[in-house]
T-cell receptor
Framework: AQSVSQHNHHVILSEAASLELGCNYS??????LFWYVQYPGQHLQLLLK??????LVKGIKGFEAEFIKSKFSFNLRKPSVQWSDTAEYFC??????????????FGRGTQLTVWP | KAGVTQTPRYLIKTRGQQVTLSCSPI?????VSWYQQTPGQGLQFLFE???????NKGNFPGRFSGRQFSNSRSEMNVSTLELGDSALYLC???????????FGPGTRLTVL
């Protein structure tokens, strides 16, 4: 079965600082990768996705992520965070194929707090 | 386009009761997945439906069941509720299995 690891449970940054959140997964085959964000009091929203092609993908609100297949990683980055980025961030990977394709495996989430 | 809707948003039940949660996917989406979110276990997959067929089921007891209707709307049922079933139940829809999933606001179930 697939497993997803997010290295940081809680990250605290000041506004304008750069952000990098780590995500590693275990399955070695073809996967689709996602980052979701959950703002306080809101539902999960898709931040960005990777299916194939350019391993550097850009999402909404200035976020980007890089897929490194050799490291089984899909790290999320943002050059300059804002107070409004305070939220919980989830990395997710789908099952890889067949009947598991629609099943998302989630990391435990990283709570990001940005101080103004 | 309207997003994924879930009803009810909040539910309080007592142990031993059963509950049915409802999900309406984004118009045109035929795949619906359900997840349980708890502080202790995080987000865990319950099941996935596509064209009224269950394609995949997570590691949950048989008390958890679901179904999908011909209009792609889905329901999940939990029978003989236990305290540990208290959680946020999330529904997500996608155009097809493997495509990006869009989540609803969830149903907060509290079991007393």
């Amino acid at each position: 079965a697939q497993s997803v690891s997010q290295h940081n449970h809680h990250v605290i940054l000041s506004e304008a600082a750069s952000l990098e959140l780590g995500c590693n997964y275990s399955y070695g085959g073809t996967v689709n990768l996602f980052w979701y964000v959950q703002y306080p009091g809101q539902h999960l929203q898709l931040l960005l996705k990777y299916f194939s092609g350019d391993p550097l993908v850009k999402g909404i609100k200035g976020f980007e992520a890089e897929f490194i297949k050799s490291k089984f990683s899909f790290n999320l980055r943002k050059p300059s965070v804002q107070w409004s980025d305070t939220a919980e961030y989830f990395c997710a990977v789908n099952g890889g194929g067949g009947s598991t394709l629609g099943r998302l495996y989630f990391g435990r989430g990283t709570q990001l707090t940005v101080w103004p | 386009k309207a997003g994924v809707t879930q009803t009810p948003r909040y539910l309080i039940k007592t142990r031993g009761q059963q509950v049915t949660l409802s999900c309406s996917p984004i118009s045109g989406h035929r795949s619906v997945s359900w997840y349980q979110q708890t502080p202790g276990q995080g987000l865990q997959f319950l099941f996935e439906y596509f064209s009224e067929t269950q394609r995949n089921k997570g590691n949950f007891p048989g008390r958890f069941s679901g179904r999908q209707f011909s209009n792609s709307r889905s329901e999940m049922n939990v029978s003989t509720l236990e305290l540990g079933d208290s959680a946020l139940y999330l529904c997500a829809s996608s155009s097809k299995p493997g495509a990006e999933q869009f989540f609803g606001p969830g149903t907060r179930l509290t079991v007393l």
